[in-house]
């Protein structure tokens, strides 16, 4: 199974542009989320969404929306990237109930110029 | 809310040697504990996790940790350290309802030195 898939893995952006990191998942899961990891911060909560259709905002979610209009996919949009974007970001999925375990995927690392 | 504290941001041990990762967590409830590690350049994998019952558990790649309710702590051990356990590690802690999530600590970075 390919599990949590992000892509792009790099990507360069000048201040002010707009881009949107894929993240999609074949486990079935309703629960998904983007998490941003920063030096000494550990992974901090950015979107979450609960299954199609809902989402809901986490610790840092300025500057970034997404949305949930399948099961699979869970994109993070970037709309006026800053510099204090840059990051790496990871995407997260798990089931909902007595489990709890979060499959992450491989993280996108993200400059912005 | 729900907080997570890693005290130790480095630690470096001699291979062979055992290990100790503290793990200290803020939660109103009985909580959901998690121990992930991550590898350079690779996403988070799930090492252990706690929900109820026995208040040792035991995880992959021959690490435990314990759960003890009344210092609020959830510390990862290891009786002897490989070279390939130099990672970082993160604490994290949640409930298990649909709407929940997870906080982590900061994590610490693992240095084994041979």
């Known amino acids: 199974n390919a599990g949590v898939t992000q892509t792009p893995k790099f990507q360069v952006l000048k201040t002010g542009q707009s881009m949107t990191l894929q993240c999609a998942q074949d486990?079935?899961?309703?629960?998904m989320s983007w998490y941003r990891q920063d030096p000494g911060m550990g992974l901090r909560l950015i979107h979450y969404?609960?299954?199609?259709?809902?989402?809901d905002q986490g610790e840092v979610p300025n500057g970034y929306n997404v949305s949930r209009s399948t099961t699979e996919d869970f994109p993070l949009r970037l709309l006026s990237a800053a510099p204090s974007q840059t990051s790496v970001y990871f995407c997260?999925?798990?089931?909902?109930?007595?489990?709890?375990?979060?499959?992450f995927g491989e993280g996108s690392r993200l400059t912005v110029l | 809310a729900q907080s997570v504290t890693q005290p130790d941001i480095h630690i470096t041990v001699s291979e062979g040697a055992s290990l100790e990762l503290r793990c200290n967590y803020s939660?109103?409830?009985?909580?959901?504990l998690f121990w992930y590690v991550q590898s350079p350049g690779q996403g988070l994998q799930l090492l252990l996790k706690?929900?109820?019952?026995?208040?040792l558990v035991q995880g992959i790649k021959g690490f435990e940790a314990e759960f003890k309710r009344s210092q609020s702590s959830f510390n990862l051990r290891k009786p002897s350290v490989h070279w390939s356990d130099a990672a970082e590690y993160f604490c994290?802690?949640?409930?298990?309802?649909?709407?929940?999530?997870?906080?982590f600590g900061e994590g610490t970075q693992l240095t084994v030195n041979p």
């Open positions: 969404s609960v299954g199609a259709g809902i989402t």
């Open positions: 994290a802690v949640g409930k298990e309802t649909s709407g929940s999530r997870l906080t």
């Open positions: 939660y109103g409830a009985t909580p959901y």
């Open positions: 997260a999925s798990r089931r909902t109930g007595n489990n709890g375990e979060l499959f």
């Open positions: 706690y929900f109820s019952g026995d208040t």
């Open positions: 486990m079935n899961h309703e629960y």
